[in-house]
């Protein structure tokens, strides 16, 4: 039988009122979440990452299984849903616009939102989950993956849907609620391997609180045998997180200084939990009276009348239910948490061990290899909103207005960062300044090869300009089994080059000032080594220069 209590709320359930709550909560926090992660969606030009997610996902099945055999199979079921998102466009006759190709992680980004308003509700009320919803979807780092055409937001999603059932079936761990669980959980992990991080957390937590242990035994063995291959395949392609570099103090306070929000918004966040631990000294005895007169009206609790105001209608009042149901200020979690400096004596072992236990490992694995990566660590950001909420519900005035100050950070930096022109790269202008400019006979290089990638991306969409011809362009990256797809060989660069009446050189190694090691680039750098520039663009990290062959036809380039 539901639980009920007297008063103006007798014979009411308790479920029933908690959801009813927790409904509003989340329809506020994902309306806010849509308005956010939508404004803009399609304005700014696709970054590179996105553009090989375009690039990937216009392969063929079999072309794209040949190209996750070499690389990025991490985000193979990324890059299969993408598949067939496009073909889905394709039929409704919508062009792949950056709007169209970044839609699935707005939609993730507020199904994410969503689960972490239900999943805090269970620790500090449906009113307070609502500001820890809104709190995530203005954060500047969760609000820029929602708009962006990775895995992230999507992988994010799936982590907080999957820590939502795992609250659940730890309350009652009936087959169905595992098994829902395990499927989530499997899931999260193929959209982004690093996914994996929040599930050792769970396990962590599991250890100590999860009963029956044998049900939950079987359960973790299946989710680790569904991941096995994916790792094992994962383990033999370390390029991709090659160019990460080496740790260092600066470079690990940069990463968890981008993770939460930057300066101003981890300032606040931090002030936030100072507050709340500042209140562990308080002493106990402030309290007595407060508890005594709760139990002394907890059977009557008029919902009009001259004593209406006895209940507050404050956001940090959500946990008051629980404080009269069980007669205790000690059964709220932050509460005994304080008071026994013990995290898996309060309650709240599942928020803060995903919060923290994400980042910490990471942190950890860059001291074997360089893996510390913001974005790796954003399956954490739901949890930290949620902690960090609870501090303030537990941390009095002073933390309360630190998360407000916190929500107001955080949504400045956002707008901030939507208002840029671009990401990182503006391909679609470089792009332009390459057809605006180009005469019949020209030809574009690629430094490095993986910038043809972006190139790709947006010529072709635009009718006018002319497009110069790809000279090295041996098999097309939408075709081959390498991002930005297979060229000739060095010893065939130089006669290919100087068959073209002008050159565009294009790419990020000119923004460097340096060409790459690599055989093909530095045969590259030797074909065009007596040209005469003509101009030089840069757009972000991506730069356009023209160059022309010299005025004597025997001079001969010299190696740079």
């Known amino acids: ?145 929602a708009q962006d055409a990775r895995p992230y937001a999507l992988a994010t999603a799936a982590t907080a849907g999957a820590t939502l059932l795992y609250v659940r079936a730890l309350d009652r761990p009936v087959p169905r609620r595992l098994a829902g669980y395990a499927i989530v959980a499997v899931a999260a992990v193929y959209l982004h391997l690093f996914a994996a991080l929040v599930l050792l957390a769970h396990a962590v937590v599991a250890v100590r609180r999860a009963r029956p242990a044998g049900r939950w035994l079987v359960t973790g063995s299946v989710v680790v045998v569904a991941c096995a291959p994916l790792v094992v395949v994962s383990a033999g392609q370390t390029a991709e997180v090659s160019w990460i570099p080496p740790v260092t103090v600066g470079a690990t306070a940069s990463v968890l200084d981008h993770l939460y929000g930057g300066p101003p918004v981890l300032a606040a966040l931090l002030a936030v939990l100072v507050a709340a631990l500042a209140t562990r000294r308080a002493p106990a005895l402030r309290r007595t009276p407060h508890l005594r007169h709760v139990r002394a009206l907890r059977p009557h609790w008029p919902s009009r009348g001259r004593n209406r105001l006895v209940r507050p209608r404050s956001v940090w009042s959500s946990g008051w239910d629980r404080l009269v149901r069980t007669g205790s200020v000690w059964s709220s979690g932050w509460d005994r948490l304080v008071r026994t400096g013990s995290v898996w004596s309060s309650g709240w072992a599942v928020p803060i061990g995903v919060a923290v236990l994400p980042p910490a490992l990471l942190v950890l694995a860059d001291l074997v290899r360089p893996v510390l990566v913001a974005r790796y660590a954003l399956v954490a950001l739901p949890a930290t909103v949620v902690a960090v909420t609870g501090a303030a519900v537990r941390g009095g005035r002073v933390a309360r207005v630190a998360l407000a100050v916190a929500l107001v950070a955080a949504l400045g930096t956002t707008l901030v960062q939507q208002a840029r022109p671009y990401k990182y790269e503006d391909f679609r202008a470089a792009t332009d300044a390459v057809t605006d400019a180009a005469r019949p006979g020209d030809g574009v290089v690629f430094l490095p090869l993986s910038s043809r990638v972006g190139y790709q991306a947006y010529v072709g969409r635009e009718r006018d300009g002319v497009v110069p011809t790809d000279p090295l362009l041996w098999k097309d990256p939408v075709a081959a089994d390498r991002i930005g797809g297979r060229e000739v060989a060095a010893a065939a660069v130089a006669a290919r080059v100087h068959a073209a009446r002008r050159v565009f050189l294009y790419g990020t190694d000119l923004v460097a000032g340096a060409v790459g090691t690599g055989a093909a680039d530095a045969a590259k750098a030797r074909a065009v080594a007596g040209y005469r520039v003509r101009w030089v663009r840069h757009f972000g990290l991506v730069s356009v220069a023209l160059v022309v062959p010299p005025r004597n036809p025997s001079v001969t380039p010299i190696c740079p």
Not at 55 to 64: G, K, M, V
């Open 1 to 145: 039988m539901a639980s009920t209590v007297t008063g103006a709320y007798a014979g009411v359930p308790l479920a029933r009122r908690a959801g009813f709550g927790t409904k509003r909560a989340v329809a506020l926090a994902v309306l806010a979440a849509t308005i956010v992660a939508g404004i803009g969606l399609g304005r700014q030009p696709l970054s590179w990452d996105e553009a090989v997610s375009v690039s990937a996902a216009r392969h063929r099945l079999p072309d794209l299984a040949a190209l996750l055999r070499h690389t990025d199979a991490p985000l193979g079921a990324y890059y299969l849903g993408l598949h067939g998102w496009l073909a889905f466009g394709r039929l409704l006759r919508l062009p792949p616009t950056e709007a169209w190709v970044r839609l699935p992680s707005l939609v993730a980004a507020v199904v994410a939102v969503g689960c972490t308003v239900a999943f805090a509700a269970r620790y500090v009320g449906a009113p307070a989950a609502a500001v820890a919803g809104v709190l995530l979807a203005v954060h500047p780092t969760f609000a820029f993956y």
